[in-house]
């Protein structure tokens, strides 16, 4: 504040220019916990102008910065999330969209990455940047929850589609365990240009920026499995991984043979208390990827109208299953 004081406004603008992280998300979760409106207004400190006000605006300015550096910005934008969430900014969620929009279309590879040497490059300009400086850990653990904060704003299918794109492609293989009982390996960037190995680097010698969060991202895998609709009635069911979730008084155990099965997908199996049944509805997601007519799906080995169920999903880009569940039901999908 006393940089403010002293300089003014157009002083703090120039000492924003310089990385400072998610400062404004660190103190808007302080603010969560707290109620003290100062934690509120010293976040909203932490808006650097020159990157936002485009975005404000509707414009994709992520070449056009004076530092366009990925994981500079990204932790930024994550506040901007949080600052909707808690405030009902809407300017707020106007950035978010905007730019999560712009870096999926614009400045992402196909893996759902983004930067060449931590930096972005001109909108669709990525095949002339392909070096094995791209895609770093970082960007790639920063995004992901940019997309998860934005599901939870409208259930959309196409966050969680790129989601999953994010994440095998760019967090689950960022990790080699060793069998020998020995320290776990990271990769700091995933070299996507020419014929390159993965730069494995011991997680017991340094500690860069990416050993921290992919030790974070292998923590927290199962965080974006399951979502509850905010009424609590229904459940989605985001990412076909083998996961459980205890919710409302049952279980839902799912199997995943995706990815290594060319058709079968999941399983979900329900799990109630001994001579009871529960109502609710089972949201999966359809995946964006899926070809044509090339799904199905089957409640205890009967075969269900997928179409029927997408129906009432009400176009959302998930199968609607609703019923009363008993013990043991098991509702398959196949993508």
């Known amino acids: 504040m006393q940089t403010i004081a002293s300089g003014g406004e157009a002083l703090w603008q120039k000492v924003l220019l310089t ?6 998300d660190v103190l808007l979760q302080l603010y969560s916990l707290t109620g003290d409106a100062s934690h509120l207004s010293t976040a909203r400190r932490f808006n650097g102008w020159v990157f936002t006000a485009p975005l404000a605006a509707g414009e994709d300015d992520l070449a056009n ?3 366009a550096h990925a994981n500079f910005h990204l932790p930024e934008i994550i506040g901007n999330a949080r600052a909707f969430e808690l405030t009902g900014n809407e300017t707020d969620r106007a950035i978010v969209n905007t730019f999560l929009d712009a870096l999926v279309a614009n400045h992402s590879y196909v893996t759902g990455g983004s930067s060449s ?8 300009d990525l095949g002339a940047f392909l070096t094995t400086q791209t895609e770093e850990s970082c960007t790639q653990y920063n995004v992901l ?8 704003w409208s259930a959309d299918a196409a966050d969680a589609d790129f989601y999953e ?6 967090i689950v293989g960022n990790q080699k365990r060793s069998s020998a009982g020995g320290p776990t390996s990271y990769i700091y960037m995933l070299p996507l240009g020419g014929a390159n190995k993965k730069p494995w680097g011991k997680s017991d010698h340094g500690f860069p920026c990416c050993w921290g969060t992919l030790s974070e991202s292998f923590a927290k895998l199962g965080d974006s499995v399951f979502f509850q609709s905010p009424a609590g009635d229904t459940l989605y069911v985001n990412q076909f991984v083998s996961a459980s979730a205890a919710w409302n008084g049952v279980m839902v155990e799912q199997t995943a043979d995706f990815p290594l099965h060319p058709t079968k997908t999941a399983t979900l199996r329900i799990r109630v208390p001994k001579g009871g049944n529960a109502h609710f509805a089972l949201m999966v997601r359809v995946p964006g990827w899926v070809m044509g007519s090339a799904a199905a799906a089957s409640l205890n080995d009967a075969s269900v109208l997928l179409g029927e169920a997408a129906k009432a999903g009400s176009g959302s880009g998930f199968a609607r299953f609703e019923r009363t569940w008993a013990d043991g039901d098991a509702l398959s999908f196949s993508f």
């Open 117 to 124: 040497g931590e930096c972005w490059q001109a909108p669709r």
């Open 165 to 170: 794109r994010a994440i095998w492609n760019g």
């Open 65 to 67: 910065l004076p530092f």
């Open 19 to 24: 990385e400072w992280g998610g400062m404004n």
């Open 145 to 152: 929850k940019i997309s998860r904060h934005r599901f939870q």
